[in-house]
């Protein structure tokens, strides 16, 4: 399975981006997705999961209410919309894949799959 994440970007605080993580090589039907981001310094952080069945999600305290995050299988693609973007919220967003069928997981060395990354940069 290869991951591209992409749609990062500069942003003003509070405002909005999109980010995709399209699949290729398999479908992501029956993955579970996360995503995950680094900033400078720091380690990677868990932000967003979304089960491969019954469609549920789990998100990181940080970001509960502003992120959401979705799929869309017939695309094998992964979204992660993030709304009142604040500067602490800066890093590189990564995608990653779970293929163990089992329930949603916020360690990233649960993840077997990554995307190569995709920066976004909140301006104050």
């Known amino acids: 399975v290869q991951l591209q994440a992409s749609g990062g970007g500069l942003v003003q605080a509070g405002g909005s981006l999109r980010l995709s993580c399209a699949a290729s090589?398999?479908?992501?039907?029956?993955?579970?997705m996360g995503w995950f981001r680094q900033a400078p310094g720091k380690e990677r952080e868990f932000v967003a999961a979304?089960?491969?069945?019954?469609?549920?999600?789990q998100y990181a305290d940080s970001v509960k209410g502003r992120f959401t995050i979705s799929r869309d299988n017939a695309r094998s693609t992964v979204y992660l919309q993030m709304n009142s973007l604040k500067p602490e919220d800066a890093a590189v967003y990564y995608c990653?894949?779970?293929?163990?069928?089992?329930?949603?997981?916020?360690?990233?060395?649960?993840?077997?799959?990554w995307g190569q990354g995709t920066l976004v940069t909140v301006s104050s």
């Open positions: 979304y089960r491969w069945s019954g469609g549920s999600t």
């Open positions: 990653a894949a779970d293929p163990s069928l089992g329930g949603l997981k916020e360690s990233q060395y649960e993840y077997t799959y």
């Open positions: 090589g398999r479908t992501l039907r029956t993955y579970n």
